[in-house]
């Protein structure tokens, strides 16, 4: 059997985004100002515009999406899912297999669903220029194509691994109008600082947020715009997992399990939270597994904690999954997870139990592309080859033990600019690298002092 493809019309996209926080248990734990006292939202108007802000601190279970932002959701969305049933075939599972992907967009990932509401929510504001960073290129991509659209500015600190190892993501950014330095730069204070110290740094997402934080706050036409992490970029993604569940919906069926990739957290949030509104509302279990790598394991390694969520302590403390701020990742080749710490409603959801987190070995998930992409003819971004690993290993189990399981993940991209890893990994360059514990608990010593919230 062929695919089955599964598709919605436009009037079908969500005309609103859908803010976990309503249905959390308990409320989030708040952001911390420097002298360890929750901050006021107001303090957050250096870095972000004001309708950012709200929707970062707010509790609102529905949150409407703008009437522009959706008419260019329709360049792209609906996203279609499928059925996998050629790879179903392939693993002999008993196991129902789909995935929903996110790949058909402009900038070829789920990325722009954030990059286009934050682009518009700052042109109503009033910003003609925007700072961010990158780890893979996905989300300096997106933002670079929605300030074209929205005519804004985009600077992108890209992080040096990533700016070597994907020339094409940063020529896409180029192509749209962004302008792209490989962090850390001698732009910055921050960027001089570390290159005194190590002139062959090759940075971190962490260190990239640093400069494009301190860009930001010093310039009065400048925001600072994040791809991944806070609140509000969160609830932007959610629009992957309303489409989906009306996906399911016709062709009745429903996930007993989801898997998606987490790095920061916004393309696990995207398409699992969706889900827990269900799981809330007394509805159908389903258990919502992120998947990181092994490389960078913050929520399966790390420890929940206030920090920073930029190397220098420019931004807020948030109480998440830490490795430590200042944690130094190895250039593992899906840049986009490359990051030190976890969402903090991604981190709280996992504190209590209410969702999951396992972490795969570089090696085995460029095994699951390629067995993906043999089977189902889409060659995946290495990020979402996190999620295929894992969900094929629930598949296998599936095999061993019988159970006919519906398991659900999200392709969050292609991996058309990422080749040059797939090239590594058919040659057998490829290596697994563990994050050493010691380096884990060095990192851990350095978190800043502050009491656990009540």
Avoid at 78 to 107: C, D, Q, W
Avoid at 228 to 252: D, M, P, W, Y
Avoid at 310 to 327: A, I, K, N, V
Wanted: with cysteine; aromatic share 10%; charged share 20%.
């Amino acid at each position: 059997m062929t695919q089955t493809k599964i598709l919605l019309d436009e009037s079908e996209i969500p005309r609103q985004w859908y803010n976990v926080v309503a249905d959390l248990p308990t409320p989030p734990a708040p952001p911390l100002g420097p002298d360890g006292n929750p901050l006021d939202p107001s303090a957050m108007s250096a870095i972000f515009c004001d309708p950012i802000i709200e929707q970062e601190v707010s509790a609102q279970r529905w949150i409407d999406i703008p009437d522009e932002v959706r008419e260019i959701y329709g360049q792209w969305r609906p996203t279609p899912m499928f059925r996998a049933h050629r790879l179903e075939k392939a693993l002999n599972t008993p196991a129902k297999i789909y995935y929903k992907y996110e790949g058909v967009s402009a900038a070829g990932s789920h990325k722009l669903n954030s990059a286009v509401a934050q682009a518009y929510y700052n042109r109503q504001a009033g910003i003609t220029r925007l700072t961010t960073e990158t780890g893979a290129g996905q989300w300096g991509s997106s933002l670079s194509l929605a300030g074209q659209m929205f005519g804004i500015d985009v600077r992108v600190y890209m992080v040096k691994v990533s700016y070597g190892q994907k020339p094409f993501r940063r020529s896409m950014m180029q192509t749209w109008g962004g302008e792209v330095l490989a962090s850390p730069t001698d732009q910055t204070e921050v960027g001089r600082r570390i290159l005194a110290k190590d002139p062959e740094c090759q940075g971190s997402l962490g260190i990239a947020i640093s400069e494009a934080v301190e860009e930001a706050v010093s310039r009065a036409d400048t925001k600072y715009s994040l791809g991944s992490v806070l609140n509000h970029v969160l609830l932007h993604q959610t629009v992957i997992g309303l489409e989906a569940k009306k996906q399911f919906e016709k062709v009745g069926d429903y996930p007993d399990m989801i898997f998606a990739p987490c790095g920061g957290g916004s393309n696990f949030a995207g398409a699992a939270f969706p889900f827990f509104a269900d799981v809330a509302a007394g509805g159908k279990p389903v258990r919502m597994v992120a998947v990181e790598p092994s490389s960078c394991p913050s929520l399966t390694r790390g420890h929940y904690a206030y920090d920073f969520g930029d190397s220098e302590g420019f931004t807020p403390l948030t109480l998440m999954y830490t490795l430590g701020h200042d944690f130094m990742p190895p250039g593992i080749h899906a840049g986009g997870l490359r990051y030190h710490g976890a969402s903090a409603l991604v981190s709280q959801m996992y504190q209590e139990g209410l969702i999951e987190a396992v972490a795969v070995p570089q090696v085995a998930t460029f095994e699951a592309g390629v067995t993906f992409a043999r089977a189902e003819g889409i060659i995946p971004a290495p990020e979402s080859n996190h999620a295929i690993r894992a969900t094929i290993d629930e598949a296998l189990r599936c095999r061993e033990s019988g159970e006919q399981k519906t398991l659900f993940l999200n392709l969050s991209g292609h991996g058309h600019f990422d080749m040059a890893s797939y090239d590594r990994y058919l040659g057998g360059q490829l290596e697994d690298y563990e994050y050493p514990q010691q380096a884990i608990e060095e990192a851990l010593t350095r978190l800043p002092q502050v009491a656990m919230a009540e």
